[in-house]
T-cell receptor
């Protein structure tokens, strides 16, 4: 059974810092990995999708990498802003269309 | 509407009551998913519809949970004889694609169920 782990569970940083969120998964037979953002009381918003054949994806200040063989992904956030405060979730798709999510990293960016 | 709409947003039920949660996906979206998110956890898959066909219900935790999408649009998740462990946020998501996952997945804001 696929298991997804995210470290750290919570992170607090001052505004302007660069930071890295980690995601690991137990079964490397994935189709893709996706990072989502969740604001309190809201649904999930997709940030980046990395197909299994890709190594990384970039969108603005966000960069996500994927190392399928080692079962790891990182989300890099450059020059963090208070508006980046949210919970970040990674999820893997093993081809069933049912995503397996980690428990998330709760990020607080202090102004 | 422009997004995925879920109702009610909040539901309080007494243990043993039946509840029905509604999801109105983005118009024209073929795929519809239900997820359950317990406090402090990531969402867990419940079930998946392609149009009106329920193609995967492997995540439904017990036979008290039932989902339907009779006309391939609006979906209802029904929970019978609710238990305290059913307390969670129930998220609905829709996607325009039916084949390989393209990452186009749009979530509603969820229905928060509290069972007393």
């Amino acid at each position: 059974k696929q298991e997804v782990t995210q470290i750290p569970a919570a992170l607090s940083v001052p505004e302007g810092e660069n930071l890295v969120l980690n995601c690991s998964f137990t079964d490397s037979a994935i189709y893709n990995l996706q990072w989502f953002r969740q604001d309190p009381g809201k649904g999930l918003t997709s940030l980046l999708l990395i197909q299994s054949s890709q190594r990384e994806q970039t969108s603005g200040r966000l960069n996500a990498s994927l190392d399928k063989s080692s079962g790891r992904s990182t989300l890099y956030i450059a020059a963090s802003q208070p508006g980046d405060s949210a919970t970040y979730l990674c999820a893997v798709d093993t081809g069933r269309r049912a995503l397996t999510f980690g428990s998330g990293t709760r990020l607080q960016v202090q102004p | 509407g422009a997004g995925v709409s879920q109702s009610p947003r909040y539901k309080v039920a007494k243990r043993g009551q039946d509840v029905a949660l509604r999801c109105d996906p983005i118009s024209g979206h073929v795929s519809l998913f239900w997820y359950q998110q317990a406090l402090g956890q990531g969402p867990e898959f419940l079930t998946y519809f392609q149009n009106e066909a329920q193609l995967d219900k492997s995540g439904l935790p017990s036979d008290r949970f039932f989902a339907e999408r009779p006309e391939g649009s609006v979906s209802t998740l029904k929970i019978q004889r609710t238990q305290q462990e059913d307390s969670a946020v129930y998220l609905c998501a829709s996607s325009p694609s039916a084949g390989a996952y393209t990452g186009e997945l749009f979530f509603g804001e969820g229905s928060r169920l509290t069972v007393l």
